[in-house]
């Protein structure tokens, strides 16, 4: 068994289990790339894809193999890319999910490359869940979070407090009233986040386990549509409070509080549990760790 024959593997996965398709990626001959799978097959004993007419699908042995093949070439690119480039300059892929790469990463990264003039960033700006995926096909060193890894071979450090909180027009009736029950709150046309992004994952898990459901009037992927929709009196919009900070101090909009419910969450540093830590990654994170202290936010309304 040899990273040649890993590496042949990952690709047919990749490629939709289409020899074809794999050979024209690896450039290979596709009989060279089935008798690579089935020396795979005849080391371990065990078939890795079923034979399904003309279409190979992965066995639970095969997704089981997938997974090392991940992690194992992805140390393998790692040591390739290191040892080569030992003496020039290096590269750090960094994702971040929504409220994180717009409030934070370009401040990240201003500060990372004052310290590492010679280093190139590369930063992806998506929905968590895309950041995973990317993560354990080692498209990324690190991820910066909102929310809590799903795949439990990533490593999950939390760095740094954050909250949502509740928006609505300064003129709006409810904007008179010092509090509103649960129960209120859930009667309000309410503006959201689209389901999956982190903003609505801690939205429905505070509801939840307060027994509270609400289905929203509005929902989008872009917050500033959702500031626009609270300041035009649309409804009460649920966001984070660092991506609101400019409106309520331009007094666009106000904080509605909502009794018995905290949507408070932690920012977090993700990567493989099988990724070698680099000192370039090593001083990245530890430039997140400490950001909040040399860079503060500014207080507003005994928020934060």
């Not at 024209?24 to 004993?45: C, D, K």
């Amino acid at each position: 068994m040899t990273i040649r024959h890993i590496k042949i593997f990952a690709a047919l996965c990749a490629c939709g289990c289409n020899t074809t398709k794999a050979a024209e990626s690896l450039h290979m001959t596709q009989p060279a790339v089935s008798l690579a799978i089935r020396e795979m097959e005849q080391y371990y004993g065990t078939p890795l894809f079923d034979r399904i007419g003309r279409r190979l699908v992965l066995t639970q042995a095969g997704e089981q193999f997938l997974r090392y093949a991940h992690s194992i070439t992805g140390l393998f690119d790692d040591m390739e890319k290191e040892l080569r480039n030992w003496d020039s300059a290096g590269v750090l892929r960094v994702g971040a999910s929504i409220t994180i790469g717009a409030q934070f990463l370009p401040s990240y990264i201003q500060a990372f490359s004052a310290a590492h003039p010679a280093v190139t960033v590369k930063a992806q700006v998506k929905p968590s869940e895309g950041l995973e995926s990317d993560l354990l096909a080692n498209r990324l060193d690190l991820a910066l979070l909102e929310g809590a890894p799903h795949l439990s071979c990533l490593h999950t450090e939390e760095y740094m407090d954050d909250r949502l909180v509740a928006i609505a027009a300064v003129d709006s009736p409810l904007s008179q009233k010092q509090s509103l029950s649960a129960e209120e709150f859930c009667r309000q046309p309410l503006l959201l986040r689209e389901r999956g992004s982190d903003t609505r994952e801690e939205f429905e898990r505070v509801m939840n386990a307060a027994g509270l459901s609400a289905e929203p009037l509005w929902e989008a992927s872009s917050t500033t549509a959702l500031v626009n929709a609270a300041i035009a009196g649309l409804g009460i919009a649920v966001l984070p409070y660092r991506m609101v900070v400019g409106p309520l101090e331009r007094g666009l909009i106000t904080t509605i509080q909502v009794e018995g419910l905290c949507f408070s969450r932690r920012f977090r540093i993700v990567y493989h549990r099988d990724k070698l830590l680099t000192p370039l990654m090593q001083d990245f994170i530890e430039l997140c760790r400490n950001y909040e202290m040399d860079f503060p936010l500014p207080r507003y309304n005994g928020l934060y």
